[in-house]
């Protein structure tokens, strides 16, 4: 098809077309994408070439306009609503299974809650990979609900009678959604004994990211696979952070991935230590810079310990555990190098009173 653009991205495009027609054959889809993102980069350019391929009677061509529609989207924030409302219009008159896969993908990098129902209506879809790409695309969508639409579809994905599908669904219901309730732990808890092994693995994680304690000895049968355990599940005992995981933990070598890290969680004294100084930490930065009005929080759904700075502008925090490694484990010197870093703020807000979350001191 020739796409009507000009210049670099008209041109990109018109490869990845051609190089999709060669993956068609070969399966080797690594020069298509490379050719579509590059093309995605000129935003308002690339966007007019996008609708204009998802209106071609080719599905190749259609598929290509939903891939640059998603790429465009990914790069280029304020094509977004554009680009979303294009893809729920090609929804409606969609039936080719390769265009709805790529239609999936695409509109959940337009970050806009239009993509819901669009996704809803998709994984009751017949078609199994196009309900395993729908089962993963949620996560950029998502309504923060425990019984939104999207949570309600994806707990349905995870009872789906394609292994991959349950697999994609429960990874995104239980390990990228941040939301927790009975339905969504019993969705979780029916996985565990999944025959599939990636989809029980991956209810197993979800149970553990909400401090469900029912993981726990699931957990140490993961570690303790022949195989060895996968990354995820390092970081599952992580959030754990209990004692009965650290004998398994202890087996593998301390410079393997995200070993340390869960072994520092689970071990009960390193913990108190920890939040030992990480008090110590915050008390004494509000000696030294109360403007910062420094807190301590941790996620409900991830591991470790955040240093907030209210009073400081453009700050995101400091990860505690990260800071105090930096500052050779002393919590004084951690607060200096806190306060080094950051300039004091206006006398408008100088002198706020600094005030500590205390249940995240443990």
Known sequence: MDTGGSGESAELVERALAAARVAEETDDWDEYRRLLWRAAADGPGSLPLALELIGSPDPVDRATGCDLLGNTSDQNEAVRGRAAAALVGLARRESESCVLCSLAGAI?????QRAVPVLVELAAHPDAGVRRQVAGSFAGVATGLPDGPDIRA?????????PEVRDWATFTLGFQSEVDSRAIRAALWERTTDAHPDAREEGIHGLARRHDPRAVPLLVELLAAPEGAHVLTFSAAQIMGVPELLPALLEYEPDDVGVTAAVRSCDPLRRARLDSSAWDLVLTLHRLRPDLDAS???????????LGLDGARDCGGYDVAGLLERAHGDP???????????????????????????????
């Open 108 to 112: 959940e990098r337009t970050y806009d």
């Open 332 to 362: 004084a010197r951690a607060a200096e190098l806190v306060a080094s870093d950051l300039p004091p703020v206006d006398s408008a807000t100088a002198g706020r009173a600094a005030w500590c979350r205390a249940p995240a001191c443990g």
């Open 296 to 306: 301590l929080s941790m996620a409900v759904f991830d591991h470790g310990m955040t």
């Open 154 to 162: 994806l707990i349905a994905l995870t009872r789906d009678r394609d």
